[in-house]
């Protein structure tokens, strides 16, 4: 932090109390200064500066016949030089004054000042508050009722809900007033879907007209169709390609802003995104691999017609039922990475593609959803039983972190990863019994290696063996939990959309302080 004495002007300019105010204000404009210290010997004992003779004026006393002595503020406050420059700083803009005369004290015995004769105050040099500004760091004003908020929100409410929640002690989490895991026991996805746009589950008659509703939505817009081809061959992830697929479809269909929009509008463009996203996973995966794309079949669920686009087969339904299932169970879960940046990115009022198209972004990251196809990788290079053990030993030791364990609310099993065991268990995965040999394992080795941190399978491990199993390649395992969290995030917004307020959180800057003088080019 720079000092006062490094920015103060020295020598300073004087002047005696007993000299007239216009010998004081020649002196002033000669040295070009804004103000003298009035001196007596080296002992500052006032300080008259433009702004008092400018009083003077105006109160019509003659600056020939006036003594500084009687125009003067005396016994100015000073300050020492070794004051940090935003001490003083503050102090000039605390009083209201433009200078302060810097003051060295000697030490003393008693660490008072006195007099220049026995070692007090002696005047140094003169700062002023256009000295101080050049340099001073200017602290950010910290508004009233601003809360500091734990690394990363971690726990914090930042919003109400109806659409669902997590609870991470009791290893819970439910869609609307139901828990997910039932509805995904037990319902269809296009159930679960209408249940989170409308609130309710549909009647019979409504669920007719929602499957109807949705039929033609699965297309995907002509325009896109023709540019889903340079999009495969671009290079990118599937994520990454989806996330560009999902940006046009938005374009090509006319989307606005929300902002613009009626409820009405909202949730047809919602309906729109939710329902093609996808026929583009599955378009671009067939591209990448140098097939054509596959329409959607207008008889099959929402996981029966998933794995048809894939192949043309009609699936097994055991196994459209598991993937469907893995589907449902990762509808939506709380305030999580994406869907939080879905309803950030709404609350701007921008339009719907672009609020899914950053979610998509948020999710592709291994700490969020990009990790099934490193779970299962785990599972490969571990290899056999025996060898567990010591290898994600090794790996903890390491620092590495085992994928497909831990999470940030649950401190207790992971109630998607429970039931996604049982799904792989009831269609006899063939890496089932391998995967919860590792998972106990990985559970052992945590608990010893990482104590207290309540680390348990999450989602992801179980969903890799569950898709493995049911034909789906690893590079669409991130994409096919978008395919079902498309929904979530389509909640949300359409929930954030409806009661907005623009989200804009703060930060406290900790760089150097400004404003520092700009370096010459
Ligand atoms: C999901 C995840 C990001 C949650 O993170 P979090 O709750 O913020 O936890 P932190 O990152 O603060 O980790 C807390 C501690 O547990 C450890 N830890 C957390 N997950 C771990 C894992 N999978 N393997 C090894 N150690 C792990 C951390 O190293 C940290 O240890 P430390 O206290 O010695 O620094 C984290 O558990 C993780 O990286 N898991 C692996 C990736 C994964 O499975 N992602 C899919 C999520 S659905």
Redesign the pocket.
Known sequence: MRTVAEVMSAPVVTASPDETVAEAAGRMGERRVGSVVVVDGERPIGILTERDIVRLAAAGASVTGTKVAEWMTADPDCVEPSVSVHDAFASLAEHGYRHFPVVDRPDRADGTGGDPGDGGPRLVGVVSMRDLMRVASIQPVVPPGQIEVPR?L?GVIAAETQVGDVRGQEGFYHYRQYSAVELAEQRSFEDVWFLLFEGHLPSAEERAGFLAELASLRQVPDAVQALLPPISRSGGSPMDQLRSAVSLVGHAEGFRPTFDLSAVERRANALRIGAVVPTLIMALHRLRSGDEPIEPHPELGYGGNYLWMLRGVEPDPEVARAVEQYQISTIDHGFNASTFTARVVVSTGADVAGSVTAAIAALSG????G?PS??LDLLDAIGTPENARPYLVRA?ER??????????VYVTDDPRSVFLRGVAERIQADKVEFAKQVERTVVEV?AEL?PG?N?YA????YAGVVMDHCGLPRELFTPTFASSRVIGWCANLLEQAADNRIIRPSARYVGPPPPQPVPAP
């Open positions: 990363g971690k291994p700490l969020h959803g990790a490193r779970a903890v620092g590495e972190r085992i994928m497909g364990f831990g999470h940030p945590l990482k941190r680390l999450n989602v992801e491990f």
